[in-house]
């Protein structure tokens, strides 16, 4: 069984009671719920952890009212296509190529609760 403990920044992710990753998000755009991190420890990955981690997150911000969630992932990252795997669509992206932060193009992604 998944569950969530909140925390000051977002919510440890619990496996059968044993802590197995973290969820951390920000307000964004006037309230808008940012997912800025979500880590599951490697020997809980794609077993499912994860997918019913976010899904307890985002029944978490629709009872809070918001009614979406912005996140985004470098687009050298696999992480998007997680994502995009649990109803996350493309909705932009940053480009910095040509800047002292040079890094892979930046993939932001939202999903309406």
């Known amino acids: 069984m998944v569950s969530l ?3 000051l920044n977002g919510y440890g992710v619990f496996s059968d009671g044993e802590e197995v990753g973290v969820i951390e998000y920000k307000d ?3 309230g808008m719920p940012y997912l ?3 880590k599951i420890i490697p020997g809980f990955r794609n077993k499912g952890v994860g997918t019913k981690a976010l899904k307890l997150f985002e ?3 629709k009872s809070a009212g918001h009614r979406a969630v ?3 992932t470098q687009s ?3 992480a998007q296509h997680f994502y995009r795997k649990v109803g996350y669509s493309e909705c932009g992206c940053l480009i910095l190529d040509n800047s002292p ?3 892979a193009m930046e993939l932001f992604f939202i999903k309406t609760l």
Request: charged share 30%.
């Open 36 to 38: 800025s991190l979500m």
């Open 70 to 72: 912005l996140l985004s």
């Open 101 to 103: 932060f040079k890094q």
């Open 5 to 7: 403990n909140k925390t």
């Open 28 to 30: 964004f755009w006037d």
């Open 59 to 61: 029944s978490e911000m």
């Open 76 to 78: 050298d990252e696999g």
